[in-house]
């Protein structure tokens, strides 16, 4: 796979297409374009991949309900299931006054205040 020709073509120039050479039933060895997968969807804190958010072209996520896009839960498609329920326990403990703002961890201020 060295050295794939362009076809010259505007619509086969684009950087996000992916060029792959194929060989057709009749014999000749064609380049077929195909759109690049898209990468998964990581967690903000602990950087993991996030389960239950779809990863393709916005055109493909678009066509999907908004149910099916993130878990429907707080900080849903933005942190891991653990990630969240710590969080969230640290906004009831401040609720509460056990804990003072000081208390949790500097990396994790912009998600509990
Ligand atoms: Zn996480």
Do not use: Q, W
């Amino acid at each position: 796979m060295t050295n794939i020709e362009t076809s010259g073509k505007p619509r086969h120039m684009s950087t996000s297409l992916k060029k792959a050479r194929v060989r057709t039933p009749g014999g000749r060895i064609v380049v077929r374009y195909n759109y690049k997968k898209h990468s998964k969807h990581l967690c903000a804190i602990c950087k993991n991949e996030l389960h239950g958010k779809p990863t393709g072209r916005p055109v493909e996520i678009g066509r999907l309900a908004k149910s099916e896009r993130r878990p429907e839960r707080p900080f849903g498609g933005m942190l891991c299931s653990t990630d969240s329920r710590m969080i969230l326990s640290y906004r009831a403990k401040l609720k509460h006054g056990t804990i003072k703002s000081e208390d949790v961890p500097i990396s994790l201020r912009n998600f509990v205040v």
